[in-house]
Antibody, heavy 117, light 111 residues
Framework: QVQLVESGGGVVQPGGSLSLSCAAS????????MHWVRQAPGKGLEWVAY????????DYADSVKGRFTVSRDNSKNTLYLQMNSLRVEDTAVYYC??????????WGQGTLVTVSS | NFMLTQPHSVSESPGMTVTISCTRS????????VHWYQQRPGSSPTTVIY?????PSGVPDRFSGSIDSSSNSASLTISGLKTEDEADYYC??????????FGGGTKLTVL
């Protein structure tokens, strides 16, 4: 079955950087578009980034554009999110999600990013 | 740019029916599919309705979806409420400008 496992979360100071990973298994990773979605504590879901299956097209939410970069390594079945110039408001659980019937067909368990001084 | 607006919370008794609305601020609700996700406390979201009114396999037929162009809104209806339906529900749609947009979420309490 589909499994998505995020890692790399932690505590970082404002202005700092963090890199998240999402290890995928149970499906043909290189055939599926992928997303990152975040959820601030006690808040709703916010789409963050999109990456086409072959890496040829990316898109970002305005709130992270120019600071975050999504990438993938299809040989390692892994999705990445490089987060730079982090702000307090970036504090959230970050989920990776696979497209399918719906844009967010399968989700990982999430990894918590806390931006605090 | 558009937003999807949901009620912050709804509550109903077991066995009853509840409807959660999702109103699109601009552009036609019919232009892009609406999907609905359920998020139980401490868990990741799962899909309960896709493409306006389709149920994934494994989702009970107590869950149904619809759109209404006159009110520019989508609705998720859950009938025969069970305590296990208590969760947050999010609508989601897309357009080429905003990309993927979620509603603010509705907390369903079954009491």
């Amino acid at each position: 079955q589909v499994q998505l496992v995020e890692s790399g979360g932690g505590v970082v100071q404002p202005g700092g950087s963090l890199s998240l990973s999402c290890a995928a298994s149970g499906f043909t990773f290189n055939a599926y578009d992928m997303h990152w979605v975040r959820q601030a504590p006690g808040k709703g879901l916010e789409w963050v980034a999109y990456l086409r299956f072959d890496g040829s097209n990316k898109d970002y939410a305005d709130s992270v554009k120019g600071r975050f970069t999504v990438s993938r390594d299809n040989s390692k079945n892994t999705l990445y999110l490089q987060m730079n110039s982090l702000r307090v408001e970036d504090t959230a659980v970050y989920y990776c999600a696979k497209e399918g019937l719906v844009p967010f067909d399968s989700w990982g368990q999430g990894t918590l990013v806390t931006v605090s001084s | 740019n558009f937003m999807l607006t949901q009620p912050h919370s709804v509550s109903e008794s077991p066995g009853m029916t509840v409807t959660i609305s999702c109103t699109r601020s601009s552009g036609s609700i019919a232009n892009n599919y609406v999907h609905w996700y359920q998020q139980r406390p401490g868990s990741s979201p799962t899909t309960v309705i896709y493409e306006d009114n389709q149920r994934p396999s494994g989702v009970p037929d107590r869950f149904s979806g619809s759109i209404d162009s006159s009110s520019n809104s989508a609705s998720l209806t859950i009938s025969g409420l069970k305590t296990e339906d208590e969760a947050d529900y999010y609508c989601q749609s897309y357009n080429s400008t905003n990309a993927w947009v979620f509603g603010g979420g509705t907390k369903l309490t079954v009491l």
